[in-house]
């Protein structure tokens, strides 16, 4: 039985403390999608679209099968004279759902699970990251034109490949928003789309390499109290306003005539608060939206940095364990890379939307506490195992899947204790051994 079938009994027979996860994926919510994307079709085939949604899902809950197995195996086909479905038809329903729908499941679930989600605050901010990653599609002609290669002046890539750029609230891992395209687009161009889906009373934590001042001055003025954090670049010119603390200053920085074309409503200057702090006897300087010094303290921000890899972790989750290492996508056409890099976000939000509710069972548990691997399994398989047990059963069994958050929470961060080395390239070819003398 496939995931469909378990969180539809999940609609009707979930206890009350258990009421978000009835709102998981209703057929309501996936109907929506269909009509406002356009995809919605009244002739009933074996592979309804509605389904396909779904197989989508599993080609990232189920890495391990095939797809055409994903469709035949779980349950998911209308009935018909044959068990199976052969591969083309499998591929043709994909074409035909397209991209649209599963970009749509993902903003309509990421907005339903944030509200059912109590986030903390830091000062009355939710804090949140902006990041970016590379991801590998199959090497087809299609997939080369459409997303192109990084390359140098000696080498280029063996793969086309995708740049995506995403948010993601850091204490639960939910992503708010994804941003992708072909890997010769810049970051912070990509950046630009999700400036709508931060949200107010917010705390944005940037990588250097999203240092644009345009960028930074549309982000907190896109909202109400919408902030960053980002490491101040190498070489930036700045001038110092006034000292508003040990180690604190308030600034203004210029931007260049390149800045001002691009981002055309940008003003010549941006005001900032420069924070510099020794942390393991490396000198660490950051700019901040924060201005107000008695409501920010300096002195917490600059600890606020290391949170950032929170989402360099939830990359990790994605492509180490859901996609098992396997660094290649599936799909051999761009509007099919779309909608598998959709419908991996959403099955990613799921899973860590399910992870928050388990957290909360625990008292002093965050979700980011939850080990991602041993409880996407557990959660995956007791649901996969939900539609052979009999409905008088079903709260028992989602409470058990509760209680076992205990056995899924994490140890304590321990501090590195090793120094960063470059080790050596492994030579590809075999090297003879010294001769004996």
Same mark, same amino acid.
């Given at each position: ?7 539809? *009994? !999940? ?11 009835? &709102? ?12 406002? +994307?356009? !995809? ?19 080609? +990232? ?33 994909? *074409?035909?759902?397209?991209? &649209? ?37 199959? &090497? ?13 002046? $000696? /080498?280029? %890539?063996? #793969?086309? *490949? ?19 395209? %072909? !890997? ?15 949200? +107010? ?7 250097? @390499? ?29 001038? !110092? ?5 040990? @180690? ?15 981002? @055309?409503?940008?003003?010549? $200057? ?7 702090? $020794? ?16 409501? #920010? ?30 660094? /290649? ?5 761009? =509007? ?39 409880? +996407? ?27 076992? %958050? =205990? ?21 590809? #070819?075999? /090297? ?6």
């Amino acid at each position: 039985m496939f995931l469909r079938q378990a969180l539809n *009994q !999940v609609h009707n027979f979930s206890p009350e403390q258990l009421s978000g996860l009835s &709102d998981l994926l209703s057929p309501e919510l996936i109907e929506q999608c269909l009509q406002e +994307s356009g !995809v919605a079709t009244i002739r009933k085939r074996r592979l309804p679209m509605e389904m396909m949604v779904w197989s989508v899902l599993g080609m +990232s809950l189920y890495r391990h099968l095939s797809m055409d197995k994903v469709v035949s195996q779980l349950d998911i086909l209308l009935p018909g004279k044959k068990p199976f479905v052969a591969p083309s038809a499998v591929i043709q329903a994909r *074409q035909r759902l397209g991209s &649209d729908v599963m970009e749509a499941v993902f903003n309509h679930t990421q907005r339903l699970w944030h509200r059912k989600t109590p986030h903390p605050n830091w000062h009355g901010l939710t804090l949140h990251a902006v990041d970016g990653v590379v991801w590998r599609t199959p &090497d087809t002609k299609s997939n080369d034109e459409h997303f192109s290669r990084t390359s140098n002046k $000696t /080498t280029i %890539s063996e #793969y086309p *490949q995708v740049r995506m750029v995403c948010h993601m609230e850091l204490t639960s891992h939910l992503l708010n928003g994804a941003s992708f395209d %072909s !890997v010769s687009k810049s970051e912070v161009d990509l950046t630009l789309p999700l400036i709508e889906y931060s949200p +107010s009373n917010s705390l944005t934590i940037f990588d250097r @390499g999203f240092y644009a001042l345009g960028l930074l001055h549309k982000w907190q003025t896109s909202g109400e109290e919408k902030h960053w954090l980002i490491p101040l670049r190498k070489g930036a010119q700045y001038t !110092v306003l006034s000292k508003v603390g040990r @180690g604190q200053e308030l600034v203004e920085l210029k931007l260049s005539p390149q800045a001002q074309k691009k981002w @055309g409503d940008a003003p010549q $200057t941006l005001q900032a608060r420069l924070i510099t702090k $020794t942390i393991k006897g490396k000198e660490v300087r950051l700019l901040t939206s924060m201005i107000d010094t008695m409501k #920010y303290p300096g002195a917490d921000i600059a600890e606020l940095y290391s949170h950032r890899w929170e989402i360099e972790l939830g990359y990790r989750e994605m492509k180490q364990y859901m996609l098992q290492n396997q660094l /290649t996508l599936r799909s051999k056409k761009p =509007e099919l890379v779309n909608q598998e890099l959709w419908g991996m976000l959403v099955a990613y939000n799921l899973l860590r939307f399910m992870m928050c509710q388990m957290a909360y069972q625990q008292k002093s548990v965050m979700p980011y506490q939850i080990g991602f691997k041993q409880a +996407s399994l557990f959660l995956v398989g007791q649901l996969q195992l939900l539609p052979a047990v009999a409905p008088g059963r079903i709260p028992e069994v989602l409470n058990y899947i509760m209680e076992m %958050s =205990e056995s899924f929470i994490l140890p304590e961060r321990r501090e590195r204790s090793y120094p960063r080395a470059v080790k050596k390239r492994p030579c590809r #070819y075999a /090297t003879r051994p010294p001769r004996r003398r």
